[in-house]
């Protein structure tokens, strides 16, 4: 079964500084990888997704399969970066799985 | 707006009562996910459709739990004799053939 581990329930940062946010994933064949972050008070939203290696507010994430990672990076963090971020996978007709999630506050 | 809308955003019911929530997808989007969210958690995937179609319901919680898209459009989630463990958050989201899923924004349930 394929499960997606984010091992940071918190992750506190100063502004300017930069952010890593893990998450490993268990999978034989080859997933899609996505992240997804929720603003306060705000619904579930695509950040990026590893097919279209595109950079999104200033965030990159390299899919490493000798990892099985998809660490989501930033090298200078903003206070409106403060937010829950949710890693997830899916594979052909299986559905998309998430990670518990790691909430990454930004300090001024 | 014509994003996915879920209705009603908040619902407070008491134990052994039935609820149902609807969900309306981004219009012409063929796949329709349920996803249930507890505190401190990730969304949890219940079940999905493929126009009307459920291809996968074996994630439902339970037999109380049951969901339907009769004409392929919007899709309803029924908890029948809630308990107070289903208290969650319950996501609606809706994809193009297994494109970027979108989440409508969630309904609160809360069971005293």
Known sequence: AQRVTQPEKLLSVFKGAPVELKCNYSYSG????FWYVQYSRQRLQLLLRHISRE???????????GETSFHLKKPFAQEEDSAMYYCASFSGNTPLVFGKGTRLSVIA | DTGVSQNPRHKI?????????????ISEH??????????????????????????????????????????????????????????????CASSSHGNTIYFGEGSWLTVV
């Open chain 2, 13 to 25: 019911t008491k134990r052994g009562q039935n609820v149902t929530f609807r969900c309306d997808p």
């Open chain 1, 30 to 33: 080859s997933p899609e990888l």
């Open chain 1, 55 to 65: 950079s999104i507010k200033g965030f990159t994430a390299d899919l490493n399969k």
């Open chain 2, 30 to 91: 063929n796949r329709l996910y349920w996803y249930r969210q507890t505190l401190g958690q990730g969304p949890e995937f219940l079940t999905y459709f493929q126009n009307e179609a459920q291809l996968e319901k074996s994630r439902l919680l339970s037999d109380r739990f049951s969901a339907e898209r009769p004409k392929g459009s919007f899709s309803t989630l029924e908890i029948q004799r809630t308990e107070q463990g289903d208290s969650a958050m319950y996501l």
